[in-house]
Antibody, heavy 122, light 108 residues
Framework: EVQLVESGGDLVQPGRSLRLSCAAS????????MYWVRQAPGKGLEWVSG????????LYADSVKGRFTISRDNAKNSLYLQMNSLRAEDTALYYC???????????????WGQGTLVTVSS | SYVLTQPPSVSVAPGQTARITCGGN??????VHWYQQKPGQAPVVVVY???DRPSGIPERFSGSNSGNTATLTISRVEAGDEADYYC???????????FGGGTKLTVL
C-alpha cells in the first residue's frame, strides 16, 4: 500500500524557518515526481512546489519562490520542504503528493498524505 | 497566469445529476483532473485526463472537456458524494500546477 506521512508542522513566529518532511513507502520512490500542496484553513488547494524523480527539475509557485526549497533523498524515501522567512499567509495544512505516473511529470496527484499543519503567528 | 474558475457551490437532490464546471481559457487543450475532498480528509482523484476514472471510483462519476469548460458529472447523487471538488491542470506556459477554487457539493 502506498503511504505518504508528513511531519514537521508547528507553530512558528513570522520570519522564522521550518522544515517539513514526507516519508514515503509502498512504491519505488525514485521513480516518481513528488509535490507539496497546501490548504489554508477553510480555503482551497494551492500548489506549492514540485520535484522530479531525479531532482533534475524543481518548480515553485510564485508565492513561495525564493523562500521555500524542495528537496528529496531517494536513499531515505523522503521528501522535504525547507520554509524560510515564513509569513502569516503561509499558515496552512501542507500535503505531500505523488505523481501518478512513473518517470513522468505534470500528471495528477495520487495519493496524498494526510498533511501537517503549519501555523505562522506571533 | 492561468486561472481556473469553479462555482462556489452546487446543490442537488439525491438521485439527481450534479454537474460541476471548471472554466479556463482553451481548457480543452489541457488535461483536467478532478479531486474529491471530504471534511478532514485528503483529496482523492475521481477523474483524471478529462474523463478517465481510477479503479474504485464509481461509474457515476464522469468527466468531459470542451472549449473553455471542463465538467465533472455525478449521476444518481448519493449523500456520501457531499464534498468539495477541485479541478486541476498543468499550465505548461508557466510550468505551474493550477487548481480551481473548489466547489462545495451539497446533497439536499
Amino acid at each position: 500500500e502506498v503511504q505518504l506521512v508528513e511531519s514537521g508542522g508547528d507553530l512558528v513566529q513570522p520570519g522564522r524557518s521550518l522544515r517539513l518532511s514526507c516519508a514515503a513507502s509502498g512504491f519505488t520512490f525514485d521513480d516518481y515526481a513528488m509535490y507539496w500542496v497546501r490548504q489554508a484553513p477553510g480555503k482551497g488547494l494551492e500548489w506549492v512546489s514540485g520535484i522530479s524523480w531525479n531532482s533534475g527539475t524543481i518548480l515553485y509557485a510564485d508565492s513561495v519562490k525564493g523562500r521555500f526549497t524542495i528537496s528529496r533523498d531517494n536513499a531515505k524515501n523522503s521528501l522535504y520542504l525547507q520554509m524560510n522567512s515564513l509569513r502569516a499567509e503561509d499558515t496552512a495544512l501542507y500535503y505531500c503528493a505523488k505523481d501518478s505516473r512513473a518517470s513522468s511529470w505534470s500528471n495528477w496527484f495520487d495519493p496524498w498524505g494526510q498533511g501537517t499543519l503549519v501555523t505562522v503567528s506571533s | 497566469s492561468y486561472v481556473l474558475t469553479q462555482p462556489p457551490s452546487v446543490s442537488v437532490a439525491p438521485g439527481q445529476t450534479a454537474r460541476i464546471t471548471c472554466g479556463g481559457n482553451n481548457i480543452e487543450s489541457k488535461s483536467v483532473h478532478w479531486y474529491q475532498q471530504k471534511p478532514g480528509q485528503a483529496p482523492v482523484v475521481v477523474v483524471y485526463d478529462d474523463s478517465d476514472r481510477p479503479s474504485g471510483i464509481p461509474e457515476r462519476f464522469s468527466g468531459s472537456n470542451s472549449g473553455n469548460t471542463a465538467t465533472l458529472t455525478i449521476s444518481r447523487v448519493e449523500a456520501g458524494d457531499e464534498a468539495d471538488y477541485y479541478c486541476q491542470v498543468w499550465d505548461s506556459s508557466s510550468d505551474h500546477v493550477v487548481f480551481g477554487g473548489g466547489t462545495k457539493l451539497t446533497v439536499l
